[in-house]
């Protein structure tokens, strides 16, 4: 079922179920976002992706990556409003990672180039640029679905990792989440043999294919093998692993 309503005085449709903020970009609406993935569940962490709806003569300002499409509502995506509301946002997490070129460059865009507010100080681990968006551990659990990672801590001592401060056995090395990550903060590299998720402290001796090339871990192959119940050997023998 298709449900019309306007964003930005443009009359659009979408399908019932879906948010807001995928409807916007579909139509070409900018909207800005750090927790947000159209593969898995919103969340709505960043409080970036505001916007203005109007809903029975009502307007209220919310978040749209987790606010449904309804039939007749009203969406501004860009006003005074909220650019004060989205550059207040910003510094906060400017505040968190003063140094990461993404943010600086998104909250530039909003006329914020420093923060008022200072960093909080890292509970246990290495929180460096981690703005807590939370995006590494949902795709870990939804899409990966190993459930390496968790959200640990409150308050200021609010931290994000594998559940116990050691190497995440359930991690299978596969990158989703240093691929998602706003800030680049969780490092990924390839070398000695060895696939390293650097920010997990989690390494991996790499399989070779059938031609002796390293392809991926032996330990995600064998999870993907387990998972779909393929033969041990299913992949170094498969032509896409060369
Ligand atoms: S690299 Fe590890 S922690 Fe990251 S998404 Fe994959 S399994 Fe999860
Ligand atoms: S490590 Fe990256 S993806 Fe994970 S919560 Fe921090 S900023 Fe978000
Ligand atoms: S994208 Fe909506 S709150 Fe982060």
Redesign the pocket.
């Known amino acids: 079922m298709s449900v019309a309503f306007t964003i930005n005085g443009v009359a659009v449709e979408a399908p019932a179920g879906s948010n807001v903020l995928d409807t916007a970009r579909s139509y070409g609406f900018d909207v800005p976002s750090l927790?947000h993935s159209e593969a898995i569940i919103p969340y709505g962490a960043c409080r970036l992706c505001l916007v203005e709806i109007t809903k029975g003569g009502r307007k209220k300002t919310t978040t749209s990556c987790n606010y449904e499409v309804l039939e007749g509502i009203d969406v501004v995506t860009d006003s005074p409003e909220i650019r004060k509301h989205r550059a207040m946002v910003l510094e906060l997490i400017l505040a968190e990672a003063p140094d990461n070129a993404h943010i600086k460059k998104l909250a530039a865009e909003y006329g914020v180039r420093k923060s008022r507010f200072s960093r909080q100080e890292d509970a246990e681990q290495h929180r460096d640029?981690?703005?807590?968006?939370?995006?590494?551990?949902r795709v870990c659990a939804e899409v990966v679905e190993a459930n390496a990672?968790a959200f640990k801590g409150r308050g200021d001592k609010r931290s994000?990792g594998p559940a116990f401060l050691e190497e995440p056995k359930e991690c299978i090395a596969c990158g989703a989440?240093a691929w998602?990550?706003?800030?680049n903060?969780?490092g990924f590299v390839e070398e000695d043999g060895l696939r390293k998720v650097v920010?997990w402290g989690r390494e991996l001796p790499l399989e070779k294919d059938a031609d002796g090339r390293l392809f991926a871990p032996k330990f995600q192959l064998f999870q993907f093998s387990k998972r779909a119940e393929l033969p041990p050997d299913f992949y170094k023998k498969a032509p896409g692993a060369r």
């Open positions: 927790c640029d981690c703005i807590l968006c939370g995006l590494c551990s990672l994000i989440c998602a990550c706003p800030t903060c969780i920010r």
